[in-house]
């Protein structure tokens, strides 16, 4: 048993009971689903829920009890997860981009029905252009070539989306910090002419910190991922097991960090969790009396 197959539970469990959580919170709560940032997090809960469930146990079980085939099939399953993650995050990350950055076009441009559209598109993308393929290739009946299409999948799902996610979150960033002088300039100018008014929080710190530090986890569980796959390609630095199950247990912290994210930096999620727990406090403390 080394380390990986030893700490490589800790982050599955926390990524699997957290997504559920979350996905299950959103589900059942009706303010919650009527959110449309919200539609965006149960996609993306789901997607590392996913990845919880089908990498590093997946990796164990067929590591130990199955055939090379059931392996390839299990990480086909895993990477299909990762990939539908990653494309959740830019899903998410544009629909804010264009709630921060385009305010007066956002209504009119993200409806619900495109929300659903662009959120599905996040799991039929990947599941049409690596999962069909790779599958039909690990049971035997397709033939690929597999430099090619690993270097379009890497292309498509990490390097393209990392300066993607870069470049918006920086711009989601400026634009916020622009906002926050103005909406401050204006609560001054509303105390002064009236002390006894209460002030009111920005309405869009929340979700620019949500997506800030999504972005940023991503950035930082998947950069040994880049530079895994730099070595895959070139031989400029090995590829060796050691860096792939690196790569592996950063993946699924990453996964597990979501959830921690949104429960403790987004608002609404959190005055939700706020009234499940101590409500059934206060009813047990109610039923005691």
């Known amino acids: 048993m080394n380390w990986y197959w030893i700490l490589g539970w800790l982050p599955s469990i926390f990524a699997v009971v957290g997504n559920a959580f979350v996905f299950c919170l959103i589900c059942s709560r009706r303010k919650l689903r009527r959110a449309v940032p919200n539609l965006f997090i149960m996609s993306q809960a789901l997607a590392d829920l996913g990845v919880g469930l089908s990498f590093f146990p997946a990796h164990f079980i067929c590591g130990f009890l199955f055939s090379s085939c059931v392996r390839r099939i299990a990480e086909d399953i895993a990477v ?9 995050i830019c899903a998410m990350t544009l629909d804010r981009y264009l709630a921060i950055v385009k305010p007066f076009t956002y209504a009119t441009v993200m409806t619900r029905r495109r929300v659903l559209y662009l959120i599905a598109s996040s799991w039929v993308v ?26 379009t999948w890497t292309t498509m799902f990490e390097f393209i989306p990392c300066v993607v996610l870069i470049l918006a979150t920086v711009k989601i960033v400026s634009s916020v910090k622009k906002y926050y002088h103005e909406f401050a300039n204006i609560q001054f100018q509303l105390r002064y002419n009236e002390p006894s008014r209460k002030s009111v929080r920005f309405p869009k710190l929340s979700t620019a910190r949500v997506i800030v530090t999504v972005v940023i986890c991503f950035l930082v569980c998947y950069s040994l991922e880049f530079y895994s796959s730099i070595c895959f390609f070139t031989k400029l630095c090995k590829f060796t097991d050691d860096i792939f199950k690196a790569v592996a247990f950063l993946i699924v912290t990453n996964s597990a960090i979501n959830p921690i994210a949104y429960a403790l930096l987004k608002r609404d999620i959190q005055r939700e969790m706020r009234t499940l727990f101590f409500k059934g406090k206060q009813s047990t403390a109610t039923s005691a009396v």
Do not use: E, H
Request: charged content about 5%; aromatic content about 14%.
């Open 126 to 151: 990947p599941l049409i252009s690596f999962f069909v393929p790779s599958f039909c290739t690990s049971l035997g009946g397709c033939s690929i070539n597999r430099k090619v299409t690993i270097i």
């Open 80 to 88: 299909f997860m990762i990939y539908s993650s990653t494309a959740s």
